[in-house]
């Protein structure tokens, strides 16, 4: 386990690599009609606001969690991966981690599965509460060009219940997410 913010970068590049591959060909729309980005730029940003934590906290986390779970956060949720192979490829905190930021797509609506992964969350470390807080300052950097109104609040919204449940792991990735949420507000 690495502590004092120090991270392992053989570990890191592992994790990069694994998730370079699984999300290989994903784009998400950006800023411009027609505009589509590599999806490895937002697991990297995710990566990047959480290395920008361990950098300016003199709170101790686990930066090898942190910064694994940052770049395999969607793998579950967007790749073909198994839980299995994530336990048998990173052991079971970071298997435990993204399967806790997973959403349960068995249930029938997205608020019931915020919440339902918004709890799982809170079982876990606070690092990994830390992923899901970077996850959404990162979409809150601009809406992609093809969303309405309409979408752009309710994001909004469910950016600040992420905070009200996540805040407490960590003040200053706590305060970016809020400053991102009063910035979105530009969009509507």
Known sequence: MSLNNNWNRDILAKAWHFATIKHSGQTYGGRIPDQYIEYINHLSSVAMESMWVLANSN?????DLLLQCALLHDTLEDTPTEYHELLVTFGPDVANGVQSLTKNKTLINDQDQMLDSLQRIQAQPKEIWMVKMADRITNLYHP?????????????????????????????????????????????
């Not at 709170?59 to 930066?63: I, M, S």
């Not at 219940?161 to 200053?172: N, Q, R, S």
């Open 59 to 63: 709170d101790d986390y686990n930066a």
């Open 144 to 188: 992609p060009y093809y969303w309405d109104k309409t979408k752009i609040a309710a994001y909004r919204s469910e950016g600040q219940v992420i905070y009200d449940h996540l805040a407490p792991a960590d003040a200053l990735m706590a305060q970016r997410l809020a400053d991102k949420i009063e910035a979105y507000q530009q969009f509507l």
